[in-house]
Structures are given as C-alpha cells and as structure tokens.
C-alpha cells in the first residue's frame, strides 16, 4: 500500500505552468500523488518533467480533458479529492487564427471534468481548483486594477474561452454545491515556457541573433509574475483559500512590452558578453494584434490579506533566473526549436502512452 494520502489531479501538467506546479509540488508535498493528465498537444513537452519518473508520487497519463470515459477511467483508477485544473489552450495569437480548440479544450473540456467531479466526488467533497487568467476582465485605460469584483469583458476568443469555463466552474458550486475554487492570474514567465509567448520568444530570439518582432507600438501593459509565486498562490488558495471564492493573482510587476524586450536584451547581454545595443538594434515593430487589450493590472489585496500570499521574486530578480535557465538548457530549447521533443514524446509516449488510463 502507498503511503501517499491525498491525489491530486492535475490538467495541462506537461505545459509550461503545470510542470512547473508538479516540479514544485512533489517536493513540498511529499504525501500527494499527482496524477498528470496531459494531452500532449503542441504546448505539452514531458522532456521539462525528467526530474520526475514515471510512477509515485508522479503518474502520467496521456489523455483529453473533454473525453468523459478517460475522466471516468482516471477518476476510478486513482481516486483524486483535489483537482487542478490547468488544461487549455492558451495562446491568443493561435485562438485568432483557430478558435475551434479553444472552445473545445477550455469550454467542453472544463464542462466534461466537472461533470466528472459530480459523479465521483463524495457529494459536498472534494475540491475543484480552477487555473484561469485575468484576461477574461478585457482591457483597462491607463489607471485602475482588476479585481475579484470586475465584470468580464474578455476580447480574444481565448479570453471568452476562459471566461466561459470560469462561469460554468462557478454555476457548478451555486447548483449542485461542488467545492470549487478559482483563480485569476496575470502574465506568467520562467523556466520551460514554448517560444510562442513574448517572454522566451524574445530570450531565444537574443540568444539566436534573430530579429525581435514587437507588435504595434509595444505600449501595451501586461502585470508579470514569476511561475513559482503563481504556483505558491495557487497552493495558498488550495491549503487556505474559502471554498467558492475566487482570487486574482498578480506581481504588482506593470511593464510596457517595449520594457520587457528591453530588460530581456540587457540580461542576455549581461550573460553572454554580447553588447546590449547588438541585440537592441534587432527589435522590428511589427502589425498589431487584431483586438490586443492595452493594458493589464491586477490588484491582489485580497490573497495578501485574507492568505498573506507576496511573490518572492521581483521582476528583475524572476527575468534572471528565466534568462539562466534557458542558457543553461540548451538542448531544451534545441528540441523545442527543431521539433525534436514531438519525436521523443511520440517514440516514448505513443498515441496515449503514461500509464493507461
Ligand atoms: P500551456 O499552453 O503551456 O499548457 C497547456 C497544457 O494543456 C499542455 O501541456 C497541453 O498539452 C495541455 N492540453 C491542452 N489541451 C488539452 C486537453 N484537451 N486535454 C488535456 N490536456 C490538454 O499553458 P500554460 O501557460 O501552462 O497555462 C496553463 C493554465 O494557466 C491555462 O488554463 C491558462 O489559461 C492559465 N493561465 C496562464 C497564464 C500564462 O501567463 N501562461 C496566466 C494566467 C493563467
Ligand atoms: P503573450 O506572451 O502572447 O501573452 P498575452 O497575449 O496572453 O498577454 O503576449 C504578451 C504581450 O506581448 C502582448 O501584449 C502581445 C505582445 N507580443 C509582442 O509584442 N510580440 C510577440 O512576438 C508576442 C508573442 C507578443
């Protein structure tokens, strides 16, 4: 018998936010089992996940979020009282392009894994965390901060995807009384992002000698956070949070996009040897983003006063240790750049691969 006590369930653990919460959950949690159920789309790469194997406290399953007989497999086979639930598509610029995943993974997937929680958790237990973003409250003007009262608003259909799994997590606990949680968080960076975000697009893009393509005029506003705060907000949410309740997330960390390539090039310069301006001189201003929300905010009072939740990295301290872990992990991003980590994942992992459900 194992003597792990609880099982949690995590969505999306092999994407850039979910590795890095079992990364730092198996260490500071040493009675869960996490059971990582993972589709492995593009954004999914297990090669961040090597530190831990395939079998207690870490067991993968590779499996779709929106397919009922899979929860219903996982949910038998392993019994899981928490859920966090970080599955989704979750980049603007491709929910543009193609919606129909969108809606898909972040509506009827969410809609599918709380119908799973209705019929497996004991009525009343249990707990649901839902991983959402502060994109669902649209764009602010130049002052003000969101806030767990804002109305939503969203503009992209990521945004709407995820703001429609936020209504159905809610109206879930309002009906049928299923202990949810959910939490709105800003703009993550750090380790074992994809290169399709602005933050690892712009490390790797100084680091290639590539151009460093800024959209419109690079004024808009995104409130940054260092993946590990969001992954401790998240885990004081779950341990200490009320049930029912929502929390925004944020690193009180406000930046122009121009200021973060810019932040991005000092740093590569500073690490590499490279001159600043070598790298500077390569930033494009390119077409905008059809509908781009001008600006971020995020006032977190509430999880600070109510869990005495702070990030313990400042912008500068957080950019640092992103910048290192990308030249320190070459062939992580020598994979993601070729297409290799797609081959492995298939050679090691199959059509379902991890341990069946
Ligand atoms: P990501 O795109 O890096 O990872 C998503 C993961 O979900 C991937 O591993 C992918 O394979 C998996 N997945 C996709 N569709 C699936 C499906 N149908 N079934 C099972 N797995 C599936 O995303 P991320 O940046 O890690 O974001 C995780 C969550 O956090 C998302 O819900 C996102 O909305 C939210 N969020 C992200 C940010 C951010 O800045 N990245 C900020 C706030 C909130
Ligand atoms: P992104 O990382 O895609 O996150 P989100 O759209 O969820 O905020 O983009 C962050 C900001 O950077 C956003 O204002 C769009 C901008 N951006 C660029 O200017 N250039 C780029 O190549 C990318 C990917 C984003």
Redesign the pocket.
């Known amino acids: 018998m194992s003597s792990l006590e609880t099982t949690v369930l995590v969505t999306g653990g092999a994407g850039f936010i979910g590795s890095n919460f079992l990364l730092h959950s198996v260490r500071r949690h040493p009675r869960c089992r996490f059971v990582n159920l993972d589709k492995l789309t593009y954004a999914g790469n297990l090669r961040g996940l090597e530190a831990l194997s395939n079998g207690d406290p870490h067991v993968f399953v590779r499996g779709d979020v929106a397919d009922a007989t899979t929860l219903d497999d996982v949910f038998e086979r392993y019994r899981p009282s928490i859920v966090v639930h970080f599955a989704a598509e979750?980049?603007?610029?491709r929910s543009i392009l193609g919606p129909a995943d969108f809606v898909r993974t972040n509506i009827e997937g969410t809609f599918q894994l709380l119908e799973a929680c209705r019929r497996h958790f004991p009525r009343g237990e249990g707990l649901f965390h839902h991983v959402s973003?502060d994109?669902v409250f649209g764009s602010l003007g130049e002052t003000g901060a969101f806030h767990e009262g804002t109305p939503y608003d969203p503009s992209?259909p990521?945004s709407a995807s995820k703001a429609a799994s936020d209504h159905l997590v809610r109206a879930y606990h309002r009906t049928y009384g299923l202990p949810i949680k959910i939490t709105n968080c800003s703009?993550n960076y750090g380790p074992r992002q994809f290169p399709?975000?602005?933050?690892p697009?712009?490390i790797m893009n100084a680091l290639e000698g590539r151009e460093?393509?800024?959209?419109?005029e690079?004024k808009?506003?995104?409130d940054w956070l260092y993946v590990d705060d969001h992954c401790d907000a998240i885990w004081a949410v779950i341990e200490r949070g009320r049930v029912g309740e929502t929390y925004v997330i944020g690193g009180r960390a406000e930046r122009r996009?121009v200021e973060?390539?810019e932040l991005v090039a000092r740093l590569v310069a500073e690490e590499t040897g490279v001159a600043p301006e070598t790298i500077l001189e390569r930033r494009r201003f390119?077409a905008d983003?059809p509908g781009?929300?001008h600006r971020?905010a995020i006032d977190p009072s509430k999880i600070e006063r109510e869990l005495g939740w702070r990030p313990r990295e400042s912008f500068v301290s957080g950019m640092k240790k992103t910048v290192r872990w990308y030249l320190e992990n070459e062939a992580w991003v020598d994979e993601v750049r070729t297409g290799e980590y797609r081959r492995w994942i298939e050679a090691n992992y199959g059509r379902r691969g991890g341990e069946a459900a």
């Open positions: 979750s980049h603007v610029d973003t994109e992209s990521y703009n399709e975000k602005l933050v697009l712009m460093l393509p800024i959209y419109g690079g808009n506003v995104r996009n973060v390539v390119v983003r781009h929300d971020y």
